[in-house]
């Protein structure tokens, strides 16, 4: 299992990004796939999963209207369209397949002006 995500940067408050992450090495189209981020000295803590088909989608109280995860089962990417950015959203993002316990480099957001 290989999972590499791109897209991070620095943006100002309320600006947006598009991370994405390209997985390989298992059947991707049959599993939920999800995204995380830690920030300093904090926990690693779930921001968004979706189901396997891309039918269901849930996201913590944080991000509920501001972030969208979505995937595309053809080219084995999972996105996090994340918009309305905020400084408390800055951290290492990760994305993780649901029941394998593997995780990328990351991709760092920086949210300051």
């Known amino acids: 299992v290989q999972l590499v995500e791109s897209g991070g940067g620095l943006v100002q408050p309320g600006g947006s990004l598009r991370l ?14 999800t995204w995380f981020r830690q920030a300093p000295g904090k926990e690693r803590e779930l921001v968004a999963s979706i189901t396997s088909t891309g039918g269901t989608t849930d996201y913590a109280d944080s991000v509920k209207g501001r972030f969208a995860i979505f995937r595309d089962n053809a080219k084995n990417t999972v996105y996090l369209q ?4 905020k400084p408390e959203d800055t951290a290492v993002y990760y994305c993780k397949a649901v029941g394998f316990w593997v995780w990328g480099q990351g991709t760092q957001v920086t949210v300051s002006s």
């Open 20 to 33: 994405s992450c390209v997985a390989s090495g298992f059947p991707f189209s049959s599993y939920g796939m």
């Open 82 to 85: 994340m918009n309305s950015l």
